[in-house]
């Protein structure tokens, strides 16, 4: 079992920043991809970022490319998702996942993902 728990959450003005990370604890010995969803209300959970075990491969969403950076700590066990030019737009709730690898981790989709956090709150006032 993994336990993933996200922190870094808030309000802020668009065009401002935030850093979110999300704590591993748990059976972290294994080779996990990591990734970050969002949800906003009413909408379907999407993907935004994923990073493979080594941090060598990265995925972003066209949405926030330029915008969003995933990496995770050199012991593997947090992973943070820097968020600058933030928009309206990227108002949800962000979850943290971990799921053991599967092939490219731009391929890696929600039902790839065994672990979830219970999410942190993003809110960007325009």
């Known amino acids: 079992q993994v336990q993933l728990v996200e922190s870094g959450g808030g309000l802020v003005q668009a065009g401002g920043s935030l850093r979110l990370s999300c704590a591993a604890s748990?059976?972290?010995?294994?080779?996990?991809?990591m990734g970050w969803f969002r949800q906003a209300p009413g909408e379907e959970r999407e993907r935004v970022a994923a990073?493979?075990?080594?941090?060598?491969?990265?995925y972003y969403a066209d949405s926030v490319k330029g915008r969003f950076s995933i990496s995770r700590s050199n012991a593997k066990t947090t992973v943070f998702l820097q968020m600058n030019r933030l928009k309206p737009d990227d108002t949800a709730v962000y979850y943290c996942a971990a799921g053991p690898h599967s092939g490219d981790v731009a391929t890696m989709y929600e039902n790839n993902y065994t672990y979830w956090g219970r999410g942190t709150q993003v809110t960007v006032s325009s």
């Open positions: 990073i493979s075990w080594t941090g060598v491969s990265t």
């Open positions: 748990g059976r972290t010995f294994s080779p996990y991809v």
